[in-house]
């Protein structure tokens, strides 16, 4: 008799236990979606680290107008005198992109600052990330003996990298 107590007795306490556990993981799925609900209705969080990621990648787009730096832009007459002829000098100022077919702008100004004449043109060359390169004299436009001063400047060029 007492034998059969005892048994219902530990049937009762397992079921006991039983159903604390199954109540402990029930609480615990509730706490755990209650958290993802929570946090997915506050939206995205806004980390610094996000910005900066997105300002790091805008940094890296090729930009060959900032990357390459004209060093030198010379000009002159071609032996006839009638045309213009450039001596460049460029500096890849970018770590990663190479740059080639890059297209100038040439900008011939009067004495009363208005542009007199402007020609576009690009040279086929290729410089590699950090290089200096003089480039090799070329002929642009005719020259005009009434321009007072000049502007060479980069329009673009083709990128790609290493």
Do not use: C, H
Not at 94 to 106: C, E, H, Q
């Amino acid at each position: 008799m007492f034998e059969e107590l005892d048994k219902e007795e530990r049937e009762e306490k397992e079921e006991t236990k039983k159903l604390l556990k199954i109540t402990a993981y029930i609480v615990g799925a509730l706490v755990i979606v209650g958290a993802i609900v929570y946090i997915a209705s506050r939206g995205p969080a806004k980390s610094p680290q996000a910005g900066q990621s997105v300002t790091a990648a805008a940094q890296t787009a090729p930009d060959p107008v900032k990357d390459l730096k004209i060093v030198r832009a010379v000009m002159g007459k071609d032996p006839t005198g009638i045309r213009v002829m450039w001596s460049v000098q460029l500096q890849n100022k970018s770590s990663k992109y190479t740059y080639s077919d890059i297209l100038y702008g040439a900008r011939f100004i009067g004495p009363d600052g208005n542009v007199r004449t402007s020609s576009r043109d690009t040279i086929k060359a290729s410089i590699a990330p950090g290089e200096e390169q003089k480039l090799p004299q070329f002929i642009d436009g005719v020259y005009d003996p009434n321009a007072a001063t000049y502007q060479f400047v980069i329009v673009s060029a083709k990128s790609s990298t290493l």
